[in-house]
């Protein structure tokens, strides 16, 4: 029997060469005349080691990484198809140290099965969830996740169960499911993942979200720079529906759903959920004024439910193995697991899935090893451009919603960037200030005209115009901004600065422990 | 903003291109909330929305030329002039600058002779930013076209450009 040899599709480990090693494995085995059965799976996520390359063997998937596309021809001289040792040998990849610290419940498969197979992806206990759903009333469905203890991945952290029981009781003749896969937050990319890893996953959760709230149409709203993503999302999408799993009768249930996947087009305010519906419409994407709720009233003025990839993702397991099971995980009210990403200036980057709790000291050393640069780790910044940048002193912090906001800072959607001591936070300020000017949706005034006047502001404080006064005058402009402005992206760019200014006072010219 | 010679402001589009725009327009005029998913075909077939499409546009989904200009320029993605051969996209995010995409965006862009949303003299690369592509894990990133590029060093970038020129 064919071989079966495992090179990712994921977008990043093609941005390292996969698909040049792919082509040369292809290669190879033709000229030594070896029959290989060559699958592109999602990544395992760590990223220091793509592209890696796994053989299934007898004793398990071996794994080998970083291959480079001209390590091919010493793979196959060192027989690396029976797991043979080589220097990128990296061992059983089930016992890689890494992979067996973590939690995987959302990105159980991610890396292990062919992303677009039903029969794979079944194979591995996917349908399970959706399966149960079908016998199950909708209300029934709605409490299994509100039990579960899930809260929204994309951010908010609003618990889903409660959205959802909104739309289930929201009298229509249509309803939707939206799925915000406009993850556009620097430092994540879990979606990202998900969507070309496993993306049968999060088909199925959108279908099971149908089932409780009566919504028979789905949409994927897709950032424009995942091209990969969609190609992966669409061939999975059209398999689920050949396989009776989308349609109009769902495993003959006579239930059915429809899905579709709509391409974004490069505005980050469209991660916002009525500003992404705007943009769904045909429209600008300006954020809505709410009430009404995306609940009441959404997608064409219908009951809808907006829920982030991860959200969603994770629903098929809540439902495979009960709410009580997943609710069993984290800690405080923070229930369950979270897909964490590691970027920016660390050693070892890539996908943690833990439950909550773990703190960002153990993520950063024993996850990340360190810095890249090898320099100290002076700042991180968690949960995208809106998040704030936190100093070493607050590493022992556990990820949790609420000890998060207990420092003034957020957990957003698990993004967590780290910088060496190169950095110079009244940079990042202004920067976070620059970011909000470009992606501002223009409607309200204390994110369009206060993103601006916060660039000017902190070039005066960078040239050392009147320190003093320009960082009084900083302070009240992000004032301003956190409490006037209509969605988070302007109320929410304060969070960079104010914590830059508090934690990092010595890089604004103040003087270190001096709060202006 | 410098553009591709022989190109003015006031594009005139080929009979050849009204044609195919017409036909995205046909297959669009039943989706619902049709107008991002056909400037997406539109841009995808010929590398922007023209101007003189807008009235075409309008007509048929029952909007306003305002209408249709304001969506195709509030987005970042959408172009309605013919930009360069190859677009090269330089991530401007926080996890590629802790990785010093700073000092490769000065340096692609004085190789280049642009700046941002500029195209090379000869036509070949248009350079735009991006705030993020989503591979921080491989930080500092670009792209070419669709491909993503990783841990992209001024060696590499090098390689990228050549790449595109040569192809």
């Known amino acids: 029997m064919a071989i079966k040899i495992y090179v990712p599709r994921d977008s990043s480990a093609l941005s390292l060469g996969a698909n040049k090693v792919a082509a040369n494995i292809q290669a190879e085995a033709a000229k030594r005349g070896v029959e290989i059965n060559l699958i592109r799976n999602g990544s395992r996520g760590l990223f220091w080691l793509e592209t890696m390359v796994e053989v299934a063997t007898a004793k398990g998937r071996v794994a080998y990484g970083p291959v480079m596309p001209k390590d091919v021809a010493s793979l196959f001289d060192a027989d690396f198809m029976s797991g043979a040792a080589h220097p990128l040998n990296l061992g059983l990849t089930d016992e890689i140290a890494w992979l067996k610290k973590q939690e995987r419940l959302t990105f159980a498969r991610v890396g292990i099965t062919d992303p677009v197979s039903v029969e794979d992806y079944v194979a591995h206990d996917g349908y399970k969830g959706l399966k149960n759903a079908l016998a199950k009333s909708g209300a029934d469905i709605v409490k299994e996740v509100t039990d579960s203890g899930l809260r929204g991945r994309g951010g908010a952290a609003f618990p889903t169960g409660i959205k959802w029981n909104t739309v289930l009781n929201a009298p229509a003749d249509q309803k939707y499911i939206v799925c915000n896969a406009d993850e556009g937050d620097s430092g994540t990319y879990s979606d990202r993942m998900i969507m070309e890893g496993d993306p049968l996953v999060l088909v199925e959760g959108m279908t099971i979200a149908g089932l409780a709230v009566g919504a028979t149409q789905g949409y994927i709203y897709l950032r424009s720079e995942y091209p990969d993503a969609l190609v992966t999302l669409n061939e999975a999408i059209a398999n689920a529906y050949q396989a009776g799993y989308l349609g109009e009768d769902i495993c003959g249930s006579g239930k059915r759903f429809h899905l579709e996947v709509r391409r974004a087009a490069g505005a980050y305010v469209c991660g916002e959920e009525t500003s992404l519906l705007e943009s769904l419409e045909g429209k600008r994407g300006l954020v809505r004024f709410k009430p009404p709720l995306p609940a009441i009233e959404g997608l064409f003025g219908k009951p809808t439910v907006v829920n982030n990839v991860i959200s969603l993702a994770t629903v098929p397991i809540v439902l495979d193995k009960g709410g009580k099971f997943y609710q069993d995980f984290g800690m405080g009210r923070s229930r369950g697991t979270l897909p964490i990403q590691l970027a920016g200036n660390i050693k070892q980057c890539g996908l943690v899935e833990k439950a909550f709790g773990v703190t960002l000291r153990e993520l950063l050393y024993d996850f990340g090893g360190g810095s890249a640069s090898g320099k100290p780790i002076r700042a991180v910044q968690v949960g995208g451009p809106l998040g704030a940048y936190l100093p070493e002193s607050q590493f022992d912090t556990p990820l949790d919603y609420e000890k998060f906001t207990e420092i003034w800072a957020v957990l957003g959607h698990g993004g967590i960037v780290a910088f060496d001591d190169t950095v110079d936070m009244a940079k990042m300020a202004r920067y976070a200030f620059e970011f909000c000017a470009v992606e501002s949706c223009g409607k309200c005034t204390p994110c369009r005209i206060g993103s601006t006047r916060g660039v000017e502001v902190m070039d005066k404080i960078i040239a050392k115009e009147d320190h003093a006064k320009n960082i009084t005058l900083v302070r009240d402009l992000s004032d301003t901004m956190l409490n006037g402005s209509l969605c988070a992206l302007g109320g929410m760019t304060p969070y960079p600065v104010l914590s830059a200014i508090n934690h990092f006072p010595e890089d604004f010219g103040l003087k270190k422990g001096q709060v202006a | ?167």
């Open chain 2, 1 to 167: 903003m410098r553009l591709p010679q022989n190109k003015s402001w006031r594009e005139v589009v080929s009979d050849e291109i009204l044609v195919s725009i017409d036909q995205h327009i046909e297959a669009h005029l039943n989706v619902p909330g049709a107008l991002m998913p056909l400037l997406h075909a539109i841009q995808d077939d010929i590398g922007y929305v023209p101007e003189s499409s807008y009235p075409r546009i309008a007509k048929a989904l029952n909007l306003s030329v305002a209408e249709v200009h304001g969506v195709v320029t509030f987005y970042h993605h959408f172009r309605s002039h013919a930009p360069g051969k190859h677009i090269l996209q330089i991530c401007r995010a926080e996890s590629c600058q802790s990785m010093g995409s700073e000092a490769l965006e000065a340096y692609v862009k004085k190789t280049l002779g642009v700046d941002y949303h500029q195209t090379t003299a000869d036509g070949a690369i248009t350079l735009e930013p991006v705030y993020c592509l989503g591979n921080c894990a491989c930080s500092p990133a670009a792209s070419m076209d669709d491909q993503v590029c990783g841990r992209v060093d001024i060696a590499r970038v090098n390689e990228i450009i050549a790449e595109a020129r040569g192809a």
